[in-house]
């Protein structure tokens, strides 16, 4: 289990990332995925980065079939990023220099919240 | 005269890795950088049946965690998620190193080892589709295709394995290559061609993905009759050959017409103190014992240029 990164399953999607105050960062992801699981440590350290700041979870596509197809995951890793309930980016794949990517991912929606 | 490092491996494949063993065990200090997943292309393959010494075969994922744990164990500080964006060296020899987080490092010595990419299909709904159907990698989105038909482009190893591993999803797959027949190792064609799933497309390309936000088929022609033909799969996997990831020193190491770095036997370029070795060079093979053995070289050559650069 990861210190910074929580799993999300269906049942508490709603809870955990469309209701959180913060943005939510979710990581779609499976066993037999080996770019995914190899990704995991750089999302755990963006999580520990942002801690306090963004939520960053992790769904397993194997164990839940309602909110990939909601939301139209396709191929993973996928990264979507969520704020008051609404989808507002999403990177398919692993994307290069990928720690900084990932959080310039949060980056862009904690500077939004500081101008509201 | 102090550098951070003694050498610093850019990329953190089977290639990069391999080095990082040899020069930890020669106690150099060693930086690796790999900007994406370490393993680079072979973490996503589902198995590996030629490595010698692994003859019930590995999975690509534990493959690069084996090598990752070796590289760990003789010391080298490994990077992930961390690239190189730049690289100069001044008249003493020293390299600096821009890091995609904005600082930047000095050292010794470097081994390239970036790798390369896979190519994209320049055809229409390419990017537009990519990830909703579009896929280069069948061992992370193959399970999203149960039980519908496929495309699979390609003709050489990377095709004909894919394509074998998704027979366990999808109902059908239409392999679609440009030539009569296909460039992989023997064993796999014949394997690949048992499957009653497969499908072959000889002499054929694709010059559509079409789709919404979907892919629902692919407009395939007949290089020689100019036919068209729809197919209506869900998904197309595309493995026609790779790109190496060069950008970062075509203005300092010599490349070929295809943008791979041109290195001696040594794994030498033709700056002093700047190694490279694996995917991203001319070699005459790349298969992973190959470029393992590349890695192995470069980190043995910058032992010895170390040795002889003493100041």
New interface residues.
Partial sequence: MSEFVAEVTDTNWENEVLKSDKPVLVDFWAAWCGPCRMLAPTVESVAEKYQGQAKIVKLNVDENVESPAKYGIRGIPTLVLFQNGQEVDRHVGVPANAKEAISQMIERRLAERKLA | MSTDYDVIIIGGGPTGLASAVYTGRSLLKTLVLE?????GQI???AAIDNYPGFADGI???EF?EAFLKHARRFGAEIR????A?SIERNDDGVFTVGL??NTAVTTKAVILAMGRHPRKLEVPGYEKL????V?V?A???G???RNVPVAVVGGGNSAVEEGHFLTRYASEIYSIHRRDSFTAQKILIEEYLQEPKVLPVWNSVVEEIYGD??VDGIRVRHLMTDRVVEYPVK?VFVFIGWIPNSELVKELVDLDDQGRVIVNELMETKVPGLFAAGDLCVRPIYQLANVVADGVQAAVSVERYLENNKH
């Fill in positions: 900007r994406q997943v370490p393993g973490a996503l393959s999975s690509g994922y690069a992930i998620g961390v690239g964006t995609s987080n990519f990830g909703n159907g896929s990698c061992t992370c989105d399970a999203f295709f936000k979907e998904a």
